[in-house]
């Protein structure tokens, strides 16, 4: 499974980026996610993005990218469209909470069970139990979508 992960920019990838002083795009920590899948194909995406603003691709790759608090995704034929600092910031989080294990997260409820729980360590067992709700939710249309479609 693909989590989102850092990069740590070169001097060579440095030269490469626009309308970025080469300086700092050298200390520069860029977090990234695969599309999501309404960005891939150019019909999926016609009514989306007329509500975003167009920006010049830095990184000429597929993928949602943020620096700091921008945010932006590139498409797979070279266009890229303003997004959401939060909701990627909450999309990583999910993603993150999925590597907690069961006993983890068993031992983290038993935790908040005897409110003993720090406020982050309360917002991680939200974050792992909506992770799973979404989990399930997408599950579910599977196995319906099997039922129906084979």
């Not at 693909?2 to 740590?8: D, K, L, S």
């Not at 030269?15 to 019909?43: G, H, R, Y």
């Not at 982050?120 to 139990?129: A, E, I, N, V």
């Not at 909506?130 to 399930?136: D, K, L, Q, R, Y």
Request: hydrophobic residues 40%.
């Amino acid at each position: 499974m693909f989590i989102g992960h850092r990069i740590r920019l070169n001097s060579i990838a440095a030269q490469l980026l626009t309308n970025t002083d080469s300086a700092l795009a050298c200390k520069m920590k860029i977090k990234c996610l695969p599309l999501d899948w309404w960005m891939t194909e150019p019909w999926a995406r016609e009514g989306t993005v007329a509500d975003k603003d167009a920006v010049e691709p830095k990184f000429n790759r597929p993928g949602i990218y943020l620096i700091k608090d921008e945010c932006w995704f590139e498409t797979p034929d070279g266009l890229a469209y303003k997004y959401s600092a939060t909701q990627f910031k909450y999309a990583l989080e999910l993603l993150h909470v999925r590597s907690l294990n069961y006993r983890q997260a068993a031992a983290l409820h038993a935790v908040v069970d005897q409110k003993l729980a720090t406020k982050k360590q309360r917002k991680l067992l939200q974050r792992y139990q909506e992770s799973m709700h979404i989990v399930s939710i997408l599950k579910g249309y599977d196995i319906e979508y099997r039922r129906y479609h084979t």
